[in-house]
T-cell receptor, first 111, second 107 residues
C-alpha cells in the first residue's frame, strides 16, 4: 500500500462552479502527479509537482491549477468547471525507484 | 514534446503469448514503464526499462531499444485475469502515457 488517498471519490457539480480535488500521501515522496482519464485518450498529465511550492504544467493544463503547500498534499482546482472537464482524475506519487503509485481516482461529473 | 504510439486493441487466446508494442518520441528520456489497469481500477506498475534489453518479472517481460525508440511488453501463459488495458509511459520529470492497449483474452 503506497499510502495515497484522493478525495472526494465522486462529485457532481454544475458548470461554472469551482472544484478542488485533494491528493494526500503518507510516504513523503517528492514527486506527485495529477492525470485525467477519458475513453480513447488514456492518461493525460494535467500538472505535476517536484516539491513544496514547485509545480509545472503537463499536457492538458488549461483550466486547471494546482497547489502544494505541504509535502503530503497536492490539490487540483478547477476554477470554473466545464462539461469538458467531466472525467476520472487520478493522483499519483513517484517512488524513489521511479514507479508511480496511483490513488483510487476521483470521478467528476460537470452538468 | 512527447508522444507514444501503441495498438488500441489486441486479442489473444488463454495460455498463449502476446506482445504489445510501444514506439515513442520524446525530448527527454530516462526509461520506459508499463502499467496495467483493470476496468474500474487504478493503473498499477508492471515493469521498467532504463537500459536496452529485456527485463523479466514472472510471466511478464519488457524490452527496450533506445536506438529504435521502441519497446514492448510480453505476456506469457495468458490467463483470463490478464484481460485489462496496458499502458506504456515515458519517464523523465513529466511521466507521459500512451493511450493504452486493451487486451482481450479468449478462452
Amino acid at each position: 500500500d503506497a499510502g495515497i488517498t484522493q478525495s472526494p471519490r465522486h462529485k457532481v457539480t454544475e458548470t461554472g462552479t469551482p472544484v478542488t480535488l485533494r491528493c494526500h500521501q503518507t510516504e513523503n515522496h517528492r514527486y506527485m502527479y495529477w492525470y485525467r482519464q477519458d475513453p480513447g485518450h488514456g492518461l493525460r498529465l494535467i500538472h505535476y509537482s517536484y516539491g513544496v511550492k514547485d509545480t509545472d504544467k503537463g499536457e492538458v493544463s488549461d483550466g486547471y491549477s494546482v497547489s502544494r503547500s505541504k509535502t503530503e498534499d497536492f490539490l487540483l482546482t478547477l476554477e470554473s468547471a466545464t462539461s469538458s472537464q467531466t472525467s476520472v482524475y487520478f493522483c499519483a506519487i513517484r517512488t524513489d525507484t521511479g514507479e508511480l503509485f496511483f490513488g483510487e481516482g476521483s470521478r467528476l461529473t460537470v452538468l | 514534446g512527447q508522444s507514444l504510439e501503441q495498438p488500441s486493441e489486441v486479442t489473444a487466446v488463454e495460455g498463449a503469448i502476446v506482445q504489445i508494442n510501444c514506439t515513442y518520441q520524446t525530448s527527454g528520456f530516462y526509461g520506459l514503464s508499463w502499467y496495467q489497469q483493470h476496468d474500474g481500477g487504478a493503473p498499477t506498475f508492471l515493469s521498467y526499462n532504463g537500459l536496452d534489453g529485456l527485463e523479466e518479472t514472472g510471466r511478464f517481460s519488457s524490452f527496450l531499444s533506445r536506438s529504435d525508440s521502441y519497446g514492448y511488453l510480453l505476456l506469457q501463459e495468458l490467463q483470463m485475469k490478464d484481460s485489462a488495458s496496458y499502458f506504456c509511459a515515458v519517464r523523465d520529470d513529466k511521466i507521459i502515457f500512451g493511450k493504452g492497449t486493451r487486451l482481450h483474452i479468449l478462452p
